[in-house]
């Protein structure tokens, strides 16, 4: 089946500190893989995506790359923002189907 | 950018109420609607598929009866959650997929606070 394994938070890291949020994933066929980002009180937002091995992803300083090998999507990030703070999301779509397959969100926290 | 509008964002009401909920795509038409449910700390959680013109598709342990959706027009997806009790209460967020066939990226609306009193 499909299903997306995140890791826990919440995360809390200083200003301009590195960010990696792993991301794993099972899936049938070939996925296409998304990072969604949610601020509070708001809905997802699409944050990057990647749609087939290899692809990197980016938007805004964060990325992630399509790992067929080791089934996984890290997001990261070289220097974090206190703008960043937010719910952060992996998904996935397994392209036979219209159903998305969320992680169980990681909560971001950055201090000044 | 293409948007979803959801509304309203906040409904606190008595038990045994019903709730309508609207979710719009306004600058896309969407064939195909998604409901999800998100419960506190945890994530979304894909309660039913709505096709424009026709019934929609639930997923396994989502009560039809309780959650009624009606995908009328292109722009238009309504859930309403019937006679609605305090275990009810949760985030609902919409998402639409654009008519081109494909499902990607899905956009998502701002979510629906629920409380059930």
């Known amino acids: 089946g499909n299903s997306v394994t995140q890791m826990e938070g919440p995360v809390t890291l200083s200003e301009e500190a590195f960010l990696t949020i792993n991301c794993t994933y099972t899936a049938t066929g070939y996925p296409s893989l998304f990072w969604y980002v949610q601020y509070p009180g708001e809905g997802l937002q699409l944050l990057l995506k990647?749609?087939?091995?290899?692809d990197k992803g980016s938007n805004k300083g964060f990325e992630a790359t399509y790992r067929k090998e080791t089934t996984s999507f890290h997001l990261e990030k070289g220097s974090v923002q206190v703008s960043d703070s937010a719910v952060y999301f992996c998904a996935l779509n397994s392209n036979t189907g219209n159903q998305f397959y969320f992680g169980t969100g990681t909560s971001l926290t950055v201090i000044p | 950018g293409a948007v979803v509008s959801q509304h309203p964002s906040r409904v606190i009401c008595k038990s045994g109420t019903s709730v309508k909920i609207e979710c719009r795509s306004l600058?896309?038409?969407?064939?195909?609607m998604f409901w999800y449910r998100q419960f506190p700390k945890q994530s979304l959680m894909l309660m039913a598929t709505s096709n424009e013109g026709s019934k929609a598709t639930y997923e396994q342990g989502v009560e039809k009866d309780k959650f009624l959706i009606n995908h009328a027009s292109l722009t238009l997806s309504t859930l309403t959650v019937t006679s609605a009790h305090p275990e009810d209460s949760s985030f609902y967020i919409c998402?639409?997929?654009?008519?081109?066939?494909?499902?990607?990226?899905?956009?998502f609306g701002d979510g629906t606070r629920l409380s059930i009193l």
């Open positions: 998402s639409a997929s654009r008519r081109d066939g494909t499902y990607q990226p899905q956009h």
């Open positions: 990647a749609t087939k091995a290899d």
């Open positions: 600058d896309f038409q969407a064939t195909t």
